[in-house]
């Protein structure tokens, strides 16, 4: 047994029912579930006897952040010059051959250093979402970099196997059988999914988008989750192209396609959903169907601006995604909500003007920057980024602080220069709305992983030497 007390916070912001946010409040950890939270005075007599006490007095603590949506691998290919400027396809165009160069070191090192710049960024549990499986690479390559640095997994099981000849995008030699990708899907589901609660590692079946596999390969991968019980991950209606591309060849939209192939319902996630129509977004919000928002990857590939607010009006669950390394190119999760509020509200801004009846009875124009600032506020990423993002998991043990819960949460230093004159009138508003900060700890079921700034299971240094290297060697130089 182990325990841990997170001793006198300036602020906990713990994203329960209430989004309740207490002062002065400690939190005291048993091995890996919150035992009691609330006034330090108001501690187990035993907490201040804990094996590690942190003294948060100047610190902001929230709920480890949740990023339903990443390519972890593609850290190796950041800021490609052929493709900075390259829309979606392009953009998958110019990588795919470079990708067909990956190996199992380069997938298990990308992993690692994709996980760190989320851990220190404040992200406890990540999704990752592996498509490509040249040259010997395993799903497994990246569960085991996950359990070695310690962070919460869910790994999905990506798959493509309708390559050019048959009319998809990817070069054929990166697509797979798809007897074999249903086969090997099976083995990593029964090697290491765990469902139980406060399970490390989830799996999840996630064939990749619409242009990179068959009809079939969809139908047969939700009927394989179903029946081990895990949940389904796709990308869907990413921009015009990607609507296009399912008008001309399944003569329908995205929304339309998913639902007649069973891939809407409370255990399935779509990434970006930029071009959701008005039925999409009741089918979603009828089916209980989860969304990952990836507000940078969708500005930087030029996508659009998803409609966030009205998704949310309608009740269907969304969480935050870094998107790959090369389509963002950070993985930092802070950022990525303050990038969730500030795209929300340039979107609201390039509505048109409605005409609305005040309480008065008198006709007013609205213009949309009259609405824009109250259309995602900094409390709205942040639960986007906690509870929103475990929702989407399909997770009940973690995105809030409460008794009972997984230890996952994250330690802000409100000393630090991004907090300076903001964190005096609202920390949580710093948090969201100044400079994104790093972590000053993070705790991962109950470990500290990150620890006065510094990752505390592995060795940065030579692990980005290492990582720069390979992606030199996977680029040709
Ligand atoms: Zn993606």
Redesign the pocket.
Known sequence: MTTLLIHNAHTVATQDDHRSELKNASIYIRDNRIEAIGPAAAMPPEALQADEVIDARQHLVTPGLVNT?H?MYQSLTRAIPSVQNAELFGWLQGLYPLWAGLTPEMIHVSTQVAMAELLLSGCTTSSD?LYIYPNGVRLDDSIEAARAIGMRFVATRGSMSVGQSKGGLPPDRVAEDEDFILKDTQRVIETHHDGSFGAMTHVAVAPCSPFSVSRDLMRLSAELARRYQVRLHT?LAENDHDLAYSREKFGCTPTQYAQDLGWLGHDVWH??CVKLDDEGISLFAATRTGVAH?PC?NMRLASGIAPIRRMLDAGVPVGLGV??CA?NDAAHMVNEARQALLLARVGRAMQPAEERTLPSGERKTFFGCDLGPAEMTARDVLHMATRGGAEVLGRKDIGSLQVGMCADLVLFDLQTLSFAGGAVHDPVGALLLCGSPQTDYTVVNGKVVVRQGQLATVDLGPLVERHNALALLLCGN
């Open positions: 949506h390519h979402h990308h990434a970006h990836c990857s998107d790959g389509s």
